[in-house]
Every structure is written in C-alpha cells, then in structure tokens.
C-alpha cells in the first residue's frame, strides 16, 4: 500500500521563485530516494476560517503564502529508507540548499491512505 508524507508551511510571498528552486533541487533526491510523485502547491483560493484554517496552522502572516505539498511513496518501507537517505545526504544539508522559509513553522506527517479513488 502506498504511503504519503503532507507538509503545510508559510512562505514568504516575495521568495516564490526562491522556495520553487528549493523544492525542485530537494525534491528531485526524494525521487532518487524512491518517492512516486512530489507536488508543491502555493495557495490560490485558500480561505481564512472562522475558527482555524491553513494560515493559522503555521501562524502565515499577511506577507507569506501558503504552501500546501506532499510526496507519495510505493510504500512505508521505501519512504522509512528514502528519509533515512535524505538525512544523510549532502545536497539536503540547509547550507547547501537553504530553505527560504521558516522550517519552525512547518507542519509535517506520514499518513496511510484510507480511501483512494483514481481514473485509469
């Protein structure tokens, strides 16, 4: 069964091209690492809630946009050994490619799918 990693984070608005040229460099390792598909996604037609939403979730401010992304893997054992990887990988350390964000602010999980409905 596949497994997939989520991410919400808040970047600043003025580093989009910055935090693509990031993600393109890091998430090109998660595919050497064996990852399916990674997608990055900069907020378009997200709403602030009432009581909770995604700019709250990493405390985004007016000048930063929300990133909503996720990288799908054939399964846990391959993401478990992927990651372990990326931890070790050099083109992964922050002085090599530093993150044009607050990585404090992230908020990051592994989930199992429950329900996937896909066109063949």
Known sequence: MSYV???????????????IDHANEGD????????LRVLEC??????HGKLTDF????????????????????????RDAG???MMDDPRMD???NPMPFDGKRMI?????????LEKK
């Not at 990693?5 to 935090?19: I, R, S, Y």
């Not at 090109?28 to 990852?35: I, L, N, P, Q, R």
């Not at 990051?108 to 996937?116: A, E, M, N």
Request: hydrophobic fraction near 45%.
């Open 5 to 19: 990693d989520g991410f919400v984070l808040a970047v600043p608005t003025a580093n989009k091209q910055k935090f």
């Open 28 to 35: 090109s390792v998660f595919m050497e690492f064996g990852a």
């Open 42 to 47: 900069w907020a378009d037609d997200v709403p």
């Open 55 to 78: 700019f709250r979730s990493v405390q985004a401010t007016e000048d930063e946009t929300v990133v909503f992304s996720w990288i799908e893997w054939p399964d846990k054992a391959t």
């Open 83 to 85: 990651m372990k990887k």
């Open 94 to 96: 922050p002085a090599n």
């Open 108 to 116: 990051y999980g592994g989930f199992v799918p429950i329900v996937v």
